[in-house]
């Protein structure tokens, strides 16, 4: 199975940063990639898939780039509403594999 | 608008069995895939199983590999999950969601979740 590896586990920034979060692959995945945000009681959302397609409704501050084995979730201008936990998921061989998560939280 | 109604979930002893359902509505159930994922209290998500839009094609996380079953109804716009030989480490928040219909496993819609829990 193809293992996921987000990083950092959790970090905390003010609003208006730019922050990144990172995920790697044990193996290349292509293109593969989706991001979700989760908020606390709820269920997870489709931020971007396909590494860079923003899904829609997601505000243009989201943005995900990468290929092969590194990948990246970017933040233009962190806002309050953004704290929450990030997944990503590989679907490029199934078992699909989420990461651990990436929690964020507002300075 | 799409919804996802999961139902089925309950308290079950250990080696005990569970069938979840999701009733799908607003939009073409037999177009899309499907997909399970699970979320044990206060940890990340974990994919279980995921079903193709014909029901052709199935797969499993290993985790669960021969004591769950996914299954789909279109007629009845209905997704369901057999899990028997239930463990402790299966107790966990259970999501239907759907795939995109451009690329399997990428889940663009969710449900709110059918809980389990496993205990003697």
């Known amino acids: 199975d193809i293992q996921m590896t987000q990083s950092p586990s959790s970090l905390s920034a003010s609003v208006g940063d730019r922050v990144t979060i990172r995920c790697r692959a044990s193996q290349s995945i292509s293109n593969y990639l989706s991001w979700y945000q989760q908020m606390p009681g709820k269920a997870p959302k489709l931020l971007i898939f396909?590494?860079?397609i923003l899904q829609s409704d997601v505000p243009t501050r989201f943005s995900g780039s990468g290929s092969g084995t590194d990948f990246s979730l970017t933040f233009s201008s962190l806002r309050p509403e953004d704290s929450a936990t990030y997944y990503c998921?590989?679907?490029?061989?199934?078992?699909?594999?989420f990461g651990q998560g990436t929690k964020v939280e507002i300075k | 608008e799409v919804q996802l109604v999961e139902s089925g979930g309950d308290v079950v002893r250990p080696g005990g069995s569970l069938r979840l359902s999701c009733a799908a509505s607003g939009f073409r159930f037999g177009d899309f895939g499907m997909s399970w994922v699970r979320q044990a209290p206060g940890k990340g998500l974990e994919w279980v199983s995921g079903i193709n839009w014909e029901g052709s094609s199935t797969s499993y996380a290993d985790s669960v590999k021969g004591r769950v079953t996914i299954s789909r109804d279109n007629a009845k716009n209905s997704l369901y999950l057999q899990m028997n030989s239930l463990r402790a480490e299966d107790t966990g928040l259970y999501y239907c969601a759907r795939d995109l219909i451009s690329m399997a496993g990428s889940i663009d819609h969710w449900g709110q979740g059918t809980g389990v829990t496993v205990s003697s």
């Open positions: 396909s590494a860079s």
């Open positions: 998921q590989q679907t490029y061989s199934s078992p699909w594999t």
